[in-house]
């Protein structure tokens, strides 16, 4: 084989490494043959193993704390968990998982640590490993609520405080293949928390004390998870096989995301993350890093801000030649209308005065804000969202905005597409918000679906639906 592929014995002897990139490899010519340029192909990346579960974790994530980290490592095992301090560490964590195998990966923290260990996983696919198509055979996802925003935690977990609270008890916390009382699916309405209890639930997630019992049960679920995917075949009592493919964006910079923007969102993050940096050293600090730090924010600083006029843009939006476009028009309906082509170079969608350019492929942005209703309409499409909303317009229909029902056929402009462009008109850059991250300033930004990702799906369908796939 080594004779028939044209390649030296002694190279094969010097890339039997699985940590060597074959790809920088020169083929020596065998002999009598001519010498060749073509490189060694690089290795498959190692097959996935859906029983082995990996944990990272963000240590500056709000809800992650040195209790949670050990308990962690106590139930799934210290080799398993990964706690990053920084974007590097993350990678190498990646790097990491990759190379043995994880089927499963559970990711704590916000919407920022969920892209950022999806990005450091496609990378060493990439990269490392060189796989052509780096998200075809990523791992399974599962995120867990401990950030601020947590937009991707509320499209995969039962609906309420952080979502946790609604699942299921486990008659063993610590016991990863201990059996719950529901099949891995949600608890039923009746073990809902009764309304009463919420506030208090609230406020746990306020003070950044998210109830860690709720947490173990997360884990413990997708430890159940990947103990059944071990053994073909086995259902029931304790276990959970729903999975839910979830579009992936992918940014100029080659990061990848599940929304971002620029405009009254991004706009808002930095006026946050100035309003922390006010409380660092205060009694207020721990609240105010939650949810009810973004009101406080946008009450302060960013609608006195819009008001005035200060953070007024001017955008020229488009999508490139041969991308499919749909216009959602809400005067039918909100039925997608697919716009013409354009016949070279790029259709422009929007130019003029905007008060927030976004696109996401998950229908929530921080705190529950359902801006992208239209985000899981067409499979594989994001829901692109331009607006110009006067403060007139905005303060009273700021519920409407939340819920994701505001329409306004001359002020808000709702696209499906596949990838588009945004160019800041005029002299200043503008903010520009990626996952829930403040991401500096920037005259434009272009966003592509990337392919998508497998997350477990902890809802599921409706219960009269339970038996369709």
Known sequence: AVAAAGVSPAWVALSSGPTLRASSVRCLPAPGRPASRRLVPRYAAPPLDDSKVAVLLSRNARGVTERLIGWAEGACGADNVFATNSLEEAREAGA?????????VISGGGDGTLAAALTAVRDARRDRWGEPVPLAGMPRFAVLPLGTG???????WPRGAGGLELLPPCDDASSPGAGSSSSGRHAPRSAWPRPWLWPGVVWRFVRGRGDETALQRAINLVMRAGAAAGRPGVTGRGTL?????????????NDLCFMAGCGFDAFLLDDFQALKK????????RPLSSVLGYFVAMLVFTLPRYITGRHSLRVRVSVPVGSPVFYVDPRRGDAALALAQAAEGSLTLYEGPASIVAAGTCPFLGGGMQLFPFARSAEGMMHLRIANLSPLRF??????????????????????CRACSVEIIGEHKAPFQQSGDA????RGFKLHIAGSVRFLDFVGLPDPLRHLS
């Open 96 to 104: 990491a998982i990759v190379e043995a195998g994880y089927g499963t």
């Open 150 to 156: 947590n937009a991707m935690a509320r499209f995969i």
């Open 241 to 253: 096989d729903r999975v839910i493919r979830v579009p992936v964006l992918e940014s100029d910079t």
């Open 278 to 285: 006010l409380v660092k050293r205060t009694p207020l600090k």
């Open 395 to 416: 303060v009273p229909n700021v519920m409407k905005i939340f819920r994701g029902t505001y329409r306004n056929t001359l002020a808000a402009f709702d696209f499906v």
């Open 439 to 442: 991401m500096g300033r920037r």
